[in-house]
């Protein structure tokens, strides 16, 4: 399904993901996103994304916590700290893993790989040395 019209709130939403690797909520990119467009609301963004997700402009990332998304959608491994719940990207080549999946299930449609490491980020690692 193709987004029929790229608004300026849709712009905006992209825009704002894009200018950042912080992985952020609706939340995040909705107060970010009203200081460019006052007039939006917070439903628009949930819609936005949506439409975003389905068009695969920006990746969905479901941590167990609130919804993060992601506007690179290249394959690539994440990393998710168990204390603060931040997402980090990490530099590992993941893409033959789809291809592998495939050649092991060629019954199943497999469209994407997403994997996900837990463990600790850099702020909360050094918070345990002190």
Same mark, same amino acid.
């Given at each position: 399904m !193709?987004?029929?019209r790229?608004t %300026?709130? %849709?712009?905006? #939403?992209l825009?704002?993901?894009?200018?950042t690797r /912080?992985?952020?909520?609706?939340?995040w990119i @909705?107060?970010?996103?009203?200081? /460019?467009?006052p007039?939006?609301?917070?439903? *628009? #963004? @949930?819609r936005t994304?949506d439409?975003?997700v /389905? $068009?695969?402009m #920006?990746?969905?990332?479901? *941590?167990?916590?609130? *919804?993060r @998304?992601?506007?690179?959608t $290249?394959p690539?491994?994440?990393l998710? &700290? /168990?204390? &603060?719940?931040?997402?980090l990207d990490?530099d590992?080549e #993941?893409?033959g893993?789809?291809e592998?999946? %495939? +050649?092991?299930?060629p $019954?199943?449609?497999?469209?994407?790989?997403?994997?996900?490491?837990?463990g600790? &980020?850099?702020?909360c !690692? %050094?918070s345990l040395e +002190?």
């Amino acid at each position: 399904m !193709a987004i029929k019209r790229f608004t %300026r709130q %849709r712009r905006a #939403v992209l825009e704002v993901l894009r200018s950042t690797r /912080r992985h952020p909520d609706a939340a995040w990119i @909705y107060h970010e996103v009203k200081k /460019r467009v006052p007039s939006i609301s917070l439903g *628009t #963004v @949930y819609r936005t994304l949506d439409a975003l997700v /389905r $068009e695969g402009m #920006v990746i969905a990332l479901h *941590t167990g916590g609130p *919804t993060r @998304y992601d506007a690179f959608t $290249e394959p690539h491994p994440h990393l998710v &700290c /168990r204390r &603060c719940g931040a997402v980090l990207d990490l530099d590992l080549e #993941v893409g033959g893993l789809v291809e592998a999946a %495939r +050649s092991a299930h060629p $019954e199943l449609v497999v469209e994407r790989a997403w994997l996900a490491f837990e463990g600790l &980020c850099p702020d909360c !690692a %050094r918070s345990l040395e +002190s």
